[in-house]
């Protein structure tokens, strides 16, 4: 089965390298061309240019893995996904995810990280080639480095005849993963704080070899925490725990770790506080789950929202790396909890990711045609058009409780929709329930009810 | 001038299999000539039903590219005929082939040498130059002589070499791994150097960038051996040694060890400036390895010796190495610290504050003199431990009931989907029996659904599945009537394989409550447990009893048998005063077992024993045993179990076994149905097939010790990832789960287990089991003592982590396992294992942060008369000097 895929070209100006030849090492990341113009986001020194270089090599190590793996497939999509980089709000943020999209990595460097000039805002691609990854292995703390993120003109010009083009095809999930991750990371919350010695303990006590299937708990030991088999009412599910092991390089290196986990599933952020740096790994419930088809923007997308509410909070984005719901919405008259709405659903659509150092959303354009994303998702597909050749018939319906049948294969499923629950008769909804969003009949319900709330407040206005 | 062959020629040539005069046919014609052949080639081959070497030359000397890459292997012969092919047709896409085709190296290369094409720029080629060649010592020619015959590649692809990461199986160690002396990579470049054909320096300055790249640990390593394997002079070591500097912080571990090693050489030769090795030597002094990071550390500390100056240098490095998580590693810095108390100076003194909780407490007395004053320790965190049910009917341990239609709806839809949860899917048979229904329109409609998919896996599903669907069918559309066999209820016999009966037991608990759905009785089954654990409150099986015994209907013996070894022992009291006007065997039976005093009739002798293993579990029934004597274990008397160690050796390899039986033995003539008797037959029960062994952790709640007896040889000998084992020891983390000896074995072995996931579970049933006091140190180290000096060859590193794991948890954790170490290290001192050191460096970290000395004196005596050296002996002098 082909893969669906989005045709996309990478064009750098030259590769990324690490200079010698100046007075002091100098990391020159090259950013791809966006709307015609080559991006020039940054360029000065970094105030810990080990722990830089490292955490850029994880970054780098996770966008080039994949830890559930059909094998004939893995070389194509290593090749394909080069990292985003947003300049915004003073931070550089880093971020990819790996090829079978259940490993998400962000290398944040604050205002504190560097100092420098912040040349530009926007977002784009980077390249991370074999040598520039192995120069930034032999970066060590001790010595000025510089750091570029793009190039000026003087550099494009010079270095014109170095432009680097690759025709990718970017699989959907890849993508849709940045849209779906954001939904788990604002609703995480944190559950351990470790100081570096039991951060180090943890890291290095993690098995070298166990089954993807075994499934861990993170709980606390002592002062630290440990791996345990055993479900505990505030421990950390993981599985896929392979994944982890890519923390061992920097946990030498940390100040501490922080361990967020979602309470209405079974992902988890480890945020690697590193100086004025933070390395946040966001692993999914197992590694043959993909953060793609979790479903959690479902909702958001399958909603009729206040589009002039939305295009009234897009056009307030402005590369903000902060972005505070009730900031906004004191200078509106609107309540906070309908722009985290509006903002969530923008994040929905890739125009925002979300911080968990600051709890917030940042603003982000990713340098996709999301239009399609959104019409790959299959469920939400699938949901419309049940909806529209009238496979949603109502049993009953109140304000705190709807009740549909919903046409499946050869037969109808009973859909009950609550304020906090629902639930289904399907097989999916039987295996699932909600941890992978909604099955599509429950959506199919949601967006019936939806529209047809539409169709009244139409009819009476 | 040659005419253009007719097809049939073509045809019947491949048909002949000759592709000599394939090749004669085809040569020299030209494009559009070939291309008229095409049709009959491929006609012609796919008449064919095996590989026929003139097919794929006619194939490949008519079709166009396109078409041969659709066709593959079809059009791919041997190299020599392939050869022949393109040289005679020279077709204007052979470079394009050669992309296509750049991993067939030896054809690509004889294309190269003849001027066909140009090398391929596709990395496939150099994949092929390095595991394509793999089979040239199997052709009598070693990968030498090839490259000595074929030079043009020793200037240019064999320096490609080292630019080359490989793929998961053309990589150079892969292939050296299995190629030997002048058929491998490393001997054959050896040679070659030797030899004067190949530049020895650049060798040396390759292979070092080589292992700039990044490269994966298993490829990696092939570089950084071949790099010694030229073994490079002192002169030649201090000409690189930028790059051995640039490699301290490789992520691979090898490779900066090997780049450690080589510093050293040179600086032993001739020092080196310390403003050299200190910026760059963290990465090494924070390894994980400890070898790795000790030798970086006396490095250091010597280099600190020769130039004083940097003192301040050093100390940061030692800071950083007091948070190895090496004990010894801390000590050589913690040394290195106290002689330099005198300069230290107060930001220094700060930072060494800022590090004292994370070091080992064995260290801890002498950071506190070094700094001064009294120092506090955090205090622990306390872990709540979750509210212990004080008893095994507790109100939190119940399962739920599923009393309505919504409810049942939902869950027997969730346990159809995962059936091995065994307590919920019997709580589901047992609502299908009792939840009344009215099978109107709305119920119709609302199971249409949950009947698709019962549809579905009672043909498609595995047999839990499949039963389960037969029996919610049933409920859903009784008319219907999916098919029973006639002979459902097969006694469960006591002898063969344990597994089978109690397959056999699960199939007849399904088949049952189908029937019971058939018949519409709403009788309840007698055995469906009420609480985890698969126990059974006595009053809810009265009262299920006596709506039997209202509908004038005898339960099934097996379901009977089962009741009765799950009854709990709380609430006897109530259900005996409750049950007096039960009559028959199973009212009688049924108050015996509650601990009526009447002695047991005998006509059913299952029955009997099971009421008789129910009352007492580990008592013996003399009545029982008069009126049927000699049955043995599970009857009218438990059984006891016993282990012993076995090692067998085979010409190279020493198998160790634990092998347990039980006695007395089961007679072969023991009444079928007599369920605790099949736990102590020989035979184990085959843990590979996990349904059935969760449901038997499930059959005997009060006897444990038999289903635990099974566990200790499979956690023992077996690891393979892809079982269940961790099953094995759930029921260990049950507080009523008694620690007998057959559990501590269980528990011990799973302690040492290969498998991280069964010794991860088994930390978690230690501290569980710490946690509500069911664990007696003494009695798990007197295990784990039999097993160090009986030579089980666990390794002890194992044991020594996942008792730390425990020993974390909190004072009280660490002082049980303190103990439990103390009862492990006694004995006779000449058999122990060489890595005992794991044990005893744990015990005297135990020793110090519980503040507390060894407490038993055979512990000491064992201690005292280990012969050691080293780091051992300085141990052991520290523990028996508290």
């Not at chain 2, 794991?838 to 055979?858: C, D, F, M, N, R």
Request: glycine content about 6%; aromatic content about 6%.
């Amino acid at each position: 089965m082909a893969v669906a895929a989005l045709p996309y070209t990478y064009r750098y100006a030259r590769e990324s390298f690490v200079s010698k030849t100046g007075v002091a090492p100098q990391i020159e990341m090259s950013a791809s061309e966006n709307d015609g113009s080559y991006p020039y986001f940054f360029q000065g020194q970094v105030m810990r240019p080990w722990v830089t270089a490292q955490a850029l090599r994880i970054l780098s190590k996770v966008v080039g893995s994949r830890f559930h793996l059909p094998a004939m497939m893995l070389r194509r999509i290593l090749a394909q996904a080069d990292p985003v980089v947003t300049s915004g709000g003073g931070f550089l943020r880093f971020e990819g995810f790996s090829g079978c999209c259940s490993t998400y990595a962000r290398v944040d460097l604050t205002p504190d990280a560097y100092c420098g000039v912040v040349t530009g805002e926007g977002t784009t691609n980077v390249d991370f080639n074999a040598p520039f990854r192995a120069a930034l292995a032999q970066i060590r703390d001790g010595e000025a480095m510089g750091l570029a993120v793009g190039q000026d003109e003087v550099a494009l010009l010079r270095d014109h005849d170095q432009f680097v083009e690759r025709k990718v095809a970017l699989p959907f999930r890849w993508l849709k993963s940045f849209c779906e991750i954001q939904a788990f990371q604002s609703r995480m919350v944190l559950r351990f704080d470790l100081r570096r010695t039991e951060a180090l303990a943890f890291v290095r006590s993690l098995p070298a070899s166990v089954p993807g299937r075994a499934v861990f708990w993170v709980v606390p030991a002592g002062r630290g925490v440990r791996l345990s088999q055993r479900e505990a009412p505030n421990g950390v599910r993981i599985s896929g725990i392979e994944r982890l092991r890519l923390l061992q390089d920097v946990a030498a290196l940390c100040d501490g770790l922080q361990i967020y986990a979602d309470p209405a599933g079974d992902a988890s952020e480890w945020i690697v506080r590193l100086g004025p740096l933070r390395l946040c790994l966001t692993i999914s419930a197992e590694v043959w789950r993909g953060f793609s088809g979790e479903g959690q923007v479902l909702q958001g997308l399958a909603q009729a929202p206040d589009e002039a509410l939305l295009e009234h909070v897009r056009g307030m984005l402005k590369w903000q790396s902060d972005l505070r719901a009730s900031e906004f919405a004191a200078n509106w008259d609107v309540s906070e909890a309908e722009v985290h709405s509006a903002l969530a659903v923008l994040a929905s659509r890739g125009l925002a990711g979300f911080d968990l150092s600051l709890g917030a959303h940042f603003h982000r354009v990713l340098p996709f045609d999301l239009a399609m994303v959104e019409t790959m998702h299959p469920r939400l597909k699938q949901a419309r058009a049940l909806v529209a050749d009238g496979g949603v018939k109502w049993e009953s319906r109140a304000a705190a409780e709807i009740k549909a049948e919903v046409r499946g294969s050869g037969v109808w499923h009973q859909v009950t929709v609550k304020a906090d629950t629902c639930h289904c008769t399907c097989p999916w909804h039987a295996k699932h329930q909600t941890t992978r969003g909604p099955c599509k009949h429950i959506l199919a319900a949601k967006i019936a009810a939806g529209q047809s709330e539409d169709d009244e407040d139409h009819t009476s206005s | 001038m040659k005419t253009t062959p007719a097809p049939e020629q073509l045809t019947s040539a491949i048909e002949k299999e000759d592709t000599t005069e394939v090749l004669r046919i085809l040569a020299g014609l030209s494009e559009e000539e070939r291309s008229n052949l095409y049709h009959s080639a491929i006609t012609a081959s796919e008449r064919g039903e095996r590989y026929n070497p003139a097919s794929s030359a006619a194939l490949l000397g008519t079709a166009s590219f396109g078409q041969i890459k659709k066709l593959g292997w079809h059009a791919t012969p041997l190299v020599p005929t392939a050869f022949a092919v393109l040289r005679d047709r020279k077709p204007d896409w052979l470079q394009d082939y050669a992309e296509w085709q750049s991993r067939s190296w030896e054809l690509i290369r004889m294309l190269i040498r003849d001027g066909l094409c140009e090398k391929p720029q596709a990395t496939e080629y150099m994949h092929g130059f390095i595991g394509g060649t793999r089979f040239w010592d199997k052709q009598e020619k070693t990968r030498l002589s090839w490259l000595l015959a074929d030079p043009e590649v020793l200037n240019d692809e064999v320096w490609r070499l080292f630019e080359t990461e490989g793929t998961s199986e053309d990589n150079l160690a892969a292939v050296d791994k299995y190629s030997k002396g002048s058929a491998s990579w490393e001997q054959s470049l050896l040679a070659l150097c030797q030899q004067g054909h190949l530049d020895r320096q650049r060798l040396l300055d390759a292979s070092l960038s080589a292992l700039a790249r990044d490269f994966p640990q298993f490829r990696a390593g092939w570089f950084s051996r071949f790099h010694e394997a030229l073994t490079p002079t002192v002169a030649e070591r201090s000409q690189r040694v930028d790059a051995y500097i640039g490699l301290l912080g490789s992520a691979i571990p090898p490779t900066a060890v090997m780049a450690l090693d080589a510093l050293i050489i040179v600086d032993k030769a001739s020092p080196m400036p310390a403003d050299r090795v200190l910026p760059n030597i963290a990465p090494v002094m924070l390894a994980k390895a400890k070898g790795t990071a000790k030798k970086a550390v006396i490095w250091v500390q010597t280099i600190s010796k020769r130039e004083p100056l940097c003192a301040s240098q050093v100390f940061d490095l030692m800071l950083k190495s007091l948070l190895h998580e090496a004990t010894e590693i801390q000590e050589l810095a913690m040394r290195w610290i106290e002689s330099k108390a005198d300069s230290l100076t107060s930001q220094q003194r700060e930072e060494l504050e800022v590090v004292r909780d994370s070091i080992s407490k064995t260290l801890l007395s002498r950071v506190n003199s070094l700094l001064g004053g009294t120092h506090e320790q955090p205090a622990e965190k306390i872990i709540a431990p979750s509210s212990s049910p004080t008893s095994r009917l507790d109100p939190s341990r119940m399962l739920p009931a599923l009393k309505n239609l919504d409810d049942l709806l939902v869950t027997v839809a969730e346990a159809l989907e995962s059936p091995l949860d065994f307590l919920r899917t019997e709580s589901v048979l047992h609502a299908l029996v009792m939840v009344p229904v009215i099978r109107d329109e709305t119920f119709i409609k609302r199971t249409a659904p949950l009947g698709k998919r019962a549809r579905h896996f009672s043909k498609n599903g595995m047999m839990t599945a499949s039963l389960l669907s037969e029996c919610i069918l049933e409920w859903i559309e009784p008319s219907v009537k999916t098919p029973i066999p006639k002979d459902w209820c097969q006694p469960v016999k006591v002898s063969g394989n344990k597994h089978e009966q109690f397959g056999m037991l699960w199939i007849n608990r399904c088949r049952m409550a189908q029937t019971l759905v058939r018949q519409g009785l709403a009788v309840p089954p007698l055995a469906t447990p009420t609480h985890s654990g698969g126990w059974i409150d006595p009053r809810e099986l009265v009262s299920r009893s006596k709506v039997w015994q209202k509908v004038g209907a005898s339960p099934l013996l097996q379901d009977q048998c089962l009741a009765l070894l799950r009854m709990a022992p709380e609430g006897r009291a109530e259900a005996l005063a409750d049950c007096g006007d039960l009559s028959g065997e199973w009212g009688e039976s049924l108050r015996y077992a509650l601990g009526h005093a009447k002695v047991p009739a005998t006509s059913n002798p299952a029955l009997w024993a099971s009421a008789c293993r129910s009352r007492e579990p580990k008592g013996t029934s003399a009545e029982l045993e008069r009126h049927h004597p000699g049955f043995g274990a599970g009857f009218a008397m438990p059984g006891n179990h016993q282990w012993v160690l076995t090692h067998t050796t085979n010409t190279t390899v020493v198998f160790h076994n634990i092998v347990i039986s039980s006695s007395p033995a089961v007679s072969p003539k023991t009444p079928a149905d007599t369920l605790a008797a099949i736990f102590h037959l020989p035979e184990p029960i085959n843990f590979e097939t996990p349904p059935i062994s969760r449901f038997s952790a499930t059959i005997w709640p009060s006897n444990m010790e038999a289903f635990f007896a099974t566990a200790p040889d499979i956690l023992f000998t077996r690891y393979e990832v892809d079982h269940d084992y961790p099953m094995l020891l759930e029921p260990l983390l049950d507080p009523f789960v008694q620690m007998g000896p057959m559990a501590l074995l269980t528990l011990a072995t799973g302690l040492g287990c290969l498998a991280p996931e069964v010794r991860s579970l088994s930390t978690d049933a230690l501290i569980a089991s710490i946690d509500d006091g069911r664990l007696v140190p003494a009695e798990l180290g007197h295990i784990m003592n039999r097993l160090l000096l009986e030579g089980s060859a666990i390794p002890l590193q194992r044991w020594s982590k996942t008792l730390s794991d425990a020993a974390r948890v909190s004072t009280h954790h660490a002082v049980q396992i303190r103990q439990v170490l103390e009862n492990t290290l006694q004995g006779e001192a000449s058999q122990v294992p060489r890595d005992l050191v794991k044990l005893i460096e744990l015990l005297h970290e135990l020793v110090a942060s519980t503040g507390t000395s060894l407490e038993t004196v055979s512990t000491r005596q064992f201690l005292g008369s280990l012969k050691t050296s080293g780091r051992t002996r300085k141990l052991v002098a520290a523990l028996l000097a508290h």
